[in-house]
């Protein structure tokens, strides 16, 4: 099903589903007790009702319950009618609003607290579940990336697939050049994807099965890189550097694409997540990737999402006629999602500084004036945007393009965000402020790579 053959049939408005972002505990098949909306609701008190008058449809009481409201932060109970809550406070306060009908839940001593809203996910990636696995948690060492590969099976296409690679924080940082994969898979084409989603490296058998050689030009935004010889290595950057190569790769589409995106949902439900926030709609298959997830969502899903639409698609989604804020409070399109740069532990992000030990810098997939075309054209349109944007240099830019839509198109609920923006300085936090941006700062970057950036990848800042 192609959204962009037919986008009035196969992008029907999805129906309105009150309380489905429940912190639901249970499989699917069990009744979920309805809950809040966290974009929009506040608690109140008795005395404070939000609209809707009547019975509650539930009351939770029983266990200690933290609101993260400075002006009651914890409270014995909470009152939901309609998937809203309608009064926060005691259960003397509160034993009023419960009727015949109300459903009544005993926390039993548990706590109840907000739900979890993860602000950048991509629902992309559930096509590489079956992909081997060699991330740094189940191959720590070199020598365990080498073994799993060395025994992968191929798929039916003959490929063999690995993925979650990351040889910045692997013990001994493996390196992945053309001869060591021919070595450990001779005769089948091979494509290892590090966990950032931005490298790939492939064998001989890949590079001739996807018909690139030393003769072909780099795509747009995108390298095969070459040694000092002009010979290609078989590292891949940025996906359209990966096109070639997946193109022999098909797509897990149709009931099968619906169960892994299921599966996520129910998995992110199960952490106590109640959004989830998609950076990347349409990387896989355009148009028909956001038809897919509308129907998986419409269908049974125990979160609420929200997305932003990959901006080179950008003439594909406005000939559908989407605008800012398609869909409704279970699903919605938010935003335009732009990438400026690569990966720091990849060396891709592109800094101010050269990284530790070499000459590079990194690099812009585009050019500043192209991004801030993109920027230009969906800030005036009235979208929201995210710009990835993780070296210091790539902010940079970023911010400037953001700048030159402010200053054409003034806007002040604006709410434009750069993505991980990891390597970030006081100044460009004040300019940041100044035009109303905001970080999307990931947390993991820090956990997982941050010694790692101290220590072999970055300068010392700031």
């Known amino acids: 099903m192609c959204g962009a053959c037919d986008p009035v049939s196969t992008l029907k408005?999805?129906?309105s589903s009150p309380g489905t972002a429940a912190a639901r505990s249970g499989p699917p098949g069990t009744t979920p007790a309805k809950q809040p909306d966290p974009t929009t609701d506040h608690p109140g008190n008795p005395g404070h009702e939000n609209p809707g008058h009547g019975d509650a449809d539930l009351l939770i009481t029983g266990g200690p319950i933290i609101t993260m409201d400075s002006n009651l932060p914890h409270a014995e109970a909470?009152?939901?009618?309609?998937?809203?809550?309608?009064?926060v406070g005691t259960a003397?306060?509160?034993?009023?609003?419960?009727?015949?009908?109300?459903?009544?839940?005993?926390?039993?001593?548990?706590?109840?607290?907000?739900?979890?809203?993860?602000?950048?996910?991509?629902?992309?990636?559930?096509?590489?579940?079956?992909?081997v696995d060699v991330s740094p948690m189940s191959t720590p060492r070199a020598d365990d990336v080498f073994t799993a590969l060395r025994g992968a099976p191929a798929a039916s296409t003959g490929w063999v697939l690995a993925q979650q690679f990351d040889p910045s924080i692997t013990e001994g940082h493996p390196v992945l050049t053309r001869e060591v994969l021919d070595r450990l898979v001779p005769d089948r084409p091979l494509l290892v994807l590090e966990s950032n989603g931005h490298i790939a490296y492939v064998n001989s058998a890949a590079l001739t099965r996807a018909g690139v050689d030393k003769n072909t030009p780099d795509p747009p935004a995108g390298r095969y890189t070459r040694d000092e010889h002009g010979k290609l290595t078989g590292r891949l950057e940025e996906s359209s550097a990966l096109g070639a190569f997946t193109k022999g790769i098909p797509f897990v589409t149709g009931d099968a694409a619906t169960a892994r995106i299921r599966d996520l949902l129910w998995h992110a439900a199960g952490k106590g997540v109640t959004m989830l926030h998609d950076c990347g709609i349409g990387s896989i298959d355009g148009t028909a990737d956001l038809a897919g997830l509308q129907a998986t969502i419409d269908a049974d899903s125990p979160v609420r999402y929200r997305g932003m639409l990959v901006s080179t698609a950008y003439d594909a989604w406005m000939e559908m006629g989407l605008r800012p804020g398609f869909g409704n409070d279970l699903f919605r399109v938010d935003g335009i999602k732009a990438w400026s740069d690569g990966s720091n532990q990849a060396h891709t992000g592109f800094q101010r500084e050269p990284y530790l030990g070499t000459q590079s810098r990194g690099s812009l997939n585009y050019s500043a004036q192209e991004l801030a075309r993109v920027v230009q054209r969906a800030h005036a349109d009235g979208w929201q945007l995210g710009v990835h944007a993780?070296?210091?240099?790539?902010?940079?830019?970023?911010?400037?393009?953001?700048?030159?839509?402010?200053?054409?198109?003034p806007r002040s609920d604006h709410r434009h965000r750069i993505e991980?923006?990891?390597?970030?300085?006081?100044e460009q936090i004040e300019r940041m402020a100044a035009l109303g941006l905001s970080p999307s700062f990931l947390i993991g970057h820090i956990r997982w790579w941050g010694k790692a950036f101290r220590d072999r990848l970055l300068v010392v800042l700031c």
């Open 13 to 15: 408005p999805l129906k």
């Open 390 to 409: 993780n070296g210091d240099a790539a902010i940079d830019v970023t911010i400037d393009a953001f700048e030159q839509a402010l200053k054409s198109h």
């Open 78 to 87: 909470v009152a939901v009618r309609q998937g809203r809550i309608m009064a």
């Open 420 to 426: 991980h923006c990891s390597v970030l300085h006081p």
């Open 92 to 131: 003397e306060e509160l034993k009023g609003l419960a009727g015949s009908q109300t459903e009544r839940l005993d926390l039993d001593g548990r706590t109840l607290l907000p739900g979890l809203i993860d602000p950048h996910m991509h629902s992309s990636m559930v096509q590489l579940n079956d992909w």
